[in-house]
């Protein structure tokens, strides 16, 4: 159904380029406006834990839609009809088995070697690094240490610090942060519990999915395409082989025949 929706919409876009060709050019700059306006609009997400609630929220172009948690029904708002079910068609049955008809599903039969395996995933890691780096609009760490054990709760404070300390370099080489940065850590003896809050904010652009998509797609097809052409050799290799044994075989047989033969000559003779 898809293939014959997009051969009607070609065969339609070459009758308007040959008999309204002003129309086409003005329809083919508008899909390609669209295209660059959805692969470089920015979109990203917005994710916090504060005070133990957890917010979850998707955003585009500065526009936000809350996802966790939903936001309650507007009482004034009449609820919404329930459409009846459709009934679902029953699948025809044979005759003879009464047994349902399915399409059997044609499998894609790959044999990995470990060498096809390491550049598969070679190439998946270099094309993920095409992917370029994600826009940190905000991010927020509160982090206060407790227990009930103060050596503990001072070790693990150090140890957080530490981690921060070192993970601070590696995400400026990885993130683009254009927002503000608010890390505080602290420490509480009275509490019993440690305290954390967060917040970040991310954004990224289709464009950068879609390049990325792409790397990983043309290399792992590169590994694909030798991975069959090895298997179709080893078949023929191994076909070839089959009928050269078959063909032996016979000729041995043969030879058996005529010994025999030979042999029964000679006991008459």
Same mark, same amino acid.
């Given at each position: 159904?898809?293939?014959?929706?997009?051969?009607?919409?070609?065969?339609?876009?070459?009758?308007?380029?040959?008999?309204?060709?002003?129309?086409?050019?003005?329809?083919?700059?508008?899909?390609?406006?669209?295209?660059? =306006? +959805? #692969? $470089?609009?920015?979109?990203? *997400?917005?994710?916090?834990?504060?005070?133990?609630?957890?917010?979850?929220?998707? !955003?585009?172009?500065?526009?936000?839609?809350?996802?966790?948690?939903?936001?309650?029904?507007?009482?004034?708002?009449?609820?919404?009809?329930?459409?009846?079910?459709?009934?679902?068609?029953?699948?025809?049955?044979?005759?003879?088995?009464?047994?349902?008809?399915?399409?059997?599903?044609?499998?894609?039969?790959?044999?990995?070697?470990?060498?096809?395996?390491?550049?598969?995933?070679?190439?998946?890691?270099?094309?993920?690094?095409?992917?370029?780096?994600?826009?940190?609009?905000?991010?927020?760490?509160?982090?206060?240490?407790?227990?009930?054990?103060?050596?503990?709760? =001072? +070790? #693990? $404070?150090?140890?957080?610090? *530490?981690?921060?300390?070192?993970?601070?370099?590696?995400?400026?080489?990885?993130? !683009?942060?254009?927002?503000?940065?608010?890390?505080?850590?602290?420490?509480?003896?009275?509490?019993?519990?440690?305290?954390?809050?967060?917040?970040?904010?991310?954004?990224?652009?289709?464009?950068?999915?879609?390049?990325?998509?792409?790397?990983?797609?043309?290399?792992?097809?590169?590994?694909?395409?030798?991975?069959?052409?090895?298997?179709?050799?080893?078949?023929?290799?191994?076909?070839?082989?089959?009928?050269?044994?078959?063909?032996?075989?016979?000729?041995?047989?043969?030879?058996?025949?005529?010994?025999?033969?030979?042999?029964?000559?000679?006991?008459?003779?």
């Amino acid at each position: 159904m898809i293939a014959w929706i997009a051969l009607g919409a070609l065969a339609a876009l070459v009758l308007l380029f040959i008999f309204l060709p002003v129309v086409a050019w003005i329809l083919v700059g508008l899909v390609l406006l669209i295209l660059a =306006v +959805v #692969l $470089f609009v920015p979109i990203g *997400a917005d994710v916090a834990y504060i005070g133990g609630e957890f917010r979850l929220a998707a !955003r585009m172009d500065g526009f936000a839609l809350q996802l966790i948690p939903k936001k309650p029904p507007d009482p004034n708002k009449p609820p919404k009809e329930k459409k009846p079910k459709k009934e679902k068609k029953k699948k025809e049955k044979t005759a003879e088995t009464g047994a349902e008809e399915k399409p059997k599903k044609k499998k894609l039969n790959l044999s990995f070697t470990k060498e096809e395996i390491f550049e598969l995933v070679k190439k998946a890691l270099h094309g993920l690094g095409k992917f370029g780096k994600l826009t940190v609009r905000r991010f927020m760490l509160h982090y206060v240490a407790a227990g009930e054990d103060p050596y503990n709760t =001072v +070790v #693990l $404070f150090n140890y957080v610090n *530490a981690a921060l300390s070192t993970l601070a370099p590696v995400c400026a080489r990885k993130f !683009r942060i254009t927002g503000s940065v608010d890390v505080r850590t602290d420490v509480d003896f009275a509490a019993d519990k440690m305290h954390v809050d967060a917040e970040v904010s991310v954004t990224l652009r289709l464009a950068q999915v879609v390049h990325a998509a792409l790397a990983v797609a043309f290399g792992a097809l590169g590994v694909l395409i030798k991975n069959r052409l090895r298997l179709w050799k080893e078949a023929r290799l191994a076909k070839k082989s089959g009928a050269a044994a078959q063909e032996n075989e016979i000729q041995s047989d043969s030879i058996d025949i005529e010994i025999q033969a030979e042999e029964r000559k000679d006991s008459h003779g």
